[in-house]
């Protein structure tokens, strides 16, 4: 009989790239993982997870959030899955710190996101699997919470809160309110609830069931960060496959999370590039492409608002102080990137 580690590499069908921690072979991890629980008075209720990747200078704080929960530590298991490329700064950053006494630190040789959230999926020991990021901070009642929502909802398939963005400075004049999203901000109000159609939780700030994870297979691993690159809807794959096991994605509002925005990202140039990688994203994850119509539509009608002599190319990547038009500017990018990896025809061929 294969292991439930063995099992769940196979559904992703990465049986041999088993990820390891440093010094353990894949084998060794399953013995390490049955012998930690053989020795435990009980599992712990859930698994806060922190992946992190060339942030050694805000990973401390991340940490520090997690070992001020107000959910006793018997209860919670802390896993950093570090797969950094840096080895020299791992190694000085290792080599100073520890992990909490009841964490572990995982270590993988191979970037990406959704490869280090299915190392932490592995070695965990919860039921419940909470994920957050390297430069977010937990609110003391953020593992309470989630354990809180699951256990009264059982038709719950994932569960996630409010993420409060730490801006470098003041938030950008020229942000659109349908743009907060990309810059990770979650707000669906005061009340725990199942999210409406287009709603979505964010991935610094949501948490799974762990069987739940390992039957559908984890997580997409062509999807998510890897790098420098900002490739996302890692979660919106998880959460589709959730769906058709009858799950219910629900915002808790207790789960509070706070995320900072880094001062590179607040700028107009970065968050083309969001949606340029969004559409991306989409493509690769199978999300319903626009309609070319609706692509021709907003490409014209933003193009309409510019003066004649903008009315090119380079009007797609004017910075400017109006929110509404940079928002018609980002849809019209997105609509002529669609229209380039989709059919591209001239609309009047």
Known sequence: MPTREQAFFRMNGETEAMERRVGISPGEITEQEERLASQSTGAPAIAAVICTYNRYDLLPHAI?????????????????????????????????????????????????LSRARNTATRAARAPIIAYMDDDAIAEPE?????????????????????VEPIWPGEEPPWLHKWQRGFFTIVDHGDERR????K????GT???FRRADLEQIGGFHE??????????????????????????????EPGAKVLHRVHSERVSQQWLRRRVAWQVISDLLSGTPKMQSEVCWSRLAEYLRQLPPEMRGVRGLFLD?????????????????LYLALNDGKDPEA
Request: one cysteine or more.
């Open 222 to 251: 062509s999807l998510g960060r890897i790098g420098a690159s900002l490739l996302s809807n890692e979660e919106l794959s998880v959460a589709a496959k959730l769906k058709e096991m009858g799950r219910v994605p629900y915002y």
């Open 199 to 202: 709603e979505w939780l964010a």
């Open 142 to 162: 953020w593992c309470s919470s989630i354990v809180g929502a699951f256990k009264e909802l059982p038709d719950a398939g994932a569960v996630g809160g409010p």
């Open 205 to 207: 700030n949501i948490a």
């Open 194 to 197: 199942a999210l409406g159609e």
């Open 320 to 336: 400017g102080p109006d929110s509404d038009l940079f928002y018609k500017q980002c849809e019209a990018l997105e609509a002529v």
């Open 64 to 112: 520090a959030s997690l070992e001020k929960q107000i959910l006793p530590s018997s209860a919670l298991e802390i896993l950093i899955v570090d797969n950094s490329a840096d080895l020299d700064a791992q190694r000085e950053f290792w080599d100073t710190h520890s992990a909490p006494k009841n964490g572990r630190v995982l270590f993988d040789t191979v970037p990406g």
